[in-house]
Every structure is written in C-alpha cells, then in structure tokens.
Nanobody, 128 residues
Framework: QVELKESGGDSVQSGGSLTLSCKTN???????????MGWFRQAPGNEREGVAS???????TYADSVKGRFTISQDKAKSTVYLQMNSLKEDDTAIYYC???????????????????WGQGTQVTVSQ
C-alpha cells in the first residue's frame, strides 16, 4: 500500500515562498521503483490538477501555470519529494497532494486516472 504524508503548507503573502515535503514509501517499495512522483493541487470549486512530476532519472515536468516559479526535487535516501514554490500568487491557494505517477515507455509521467489512495494533503493559502 502506498504511503503518502504531505507537510509544509502554510499561509503566506503574495510573492512569498514555501517548500512542501512528501514522505513516501515509493523509494523503498520495489513495486514502485519505476514510478515518477507528482504533486497535485485542488482549490475550492476546482478539479484536482497536476502541478509537477519527477521521474527516477530526475526528468521533470511542470504545469504551464507554475513554470519558472516551482521546482520539484527528490531525495531518495530520505524517501522524500519536495516542491519549492516561489513568487506565490493567490491562485496558488489549494490543498497540495503528492502521489506516485506511472511512467510511460516514452519517458513521460502520466497520472493514473484510477488512483484513489490520496494522502491528507497540505494546505497552502496565499493572500494578497
């Protein structure tokens, strides 16, 4: 069973920065060794959306809305994925989740639409 524990969310003013952490068993469970890790977010009234992903070889992808502002990274020894968020905007307000993401043969990380084992997430609130 996948283990996901998000932390680091806080309230911050526009232009501020936060770093989120995701402790997961992805790096110790051999069944998940080929998976990417992804960050997702869901704001009130909105659907859950992908934010960023990182593959085992550190290949990364980002949603257009966060490119140049967010950076995803991983520390396999600490079994942790990070999301560094800079220049935060009010539109970034959401609950942020992490999850394993299947990697396609093409090399891209593509979310599993049937995934339903989300953690509690961590709240990020950005005020004007």
């Amino acid at each position: 069973q996948v283990e996901l524990k998000e932390s680091g969310g806080d309230s911050v003013q526009s232009g501020g920065s936060l770093t989120l952490s995701c402790k997961t068993n992805k790096y110790t469970d051999s069944r998940l060794s080929r998976y990417c890790m992804g960050w997702f977010r869901q704001a009130p009234g909105n659907e859950r959306e992908g934010v960023a992903s990182i593959a085992p070889d550190d290949f990364t992808t980002y949603a257009d809305s966060v490119k140049g502002r967010f950076t995803i990274s991983q520390d396999k020894a600490k079994s942790t994925v990070y999301l560094q968020m800079n220049s935060l905007k009010e539109d970034d307000t959401a609950i942020y989740y992490c999850a394993p993401v299947p990697r396609l043969r093409t090399g891209w990380c593509f979310p599993d639409p049937d995934f339903d084992d989300w953690g509690q997430g961590t709240q990020v609130t950005v005020s004007q």
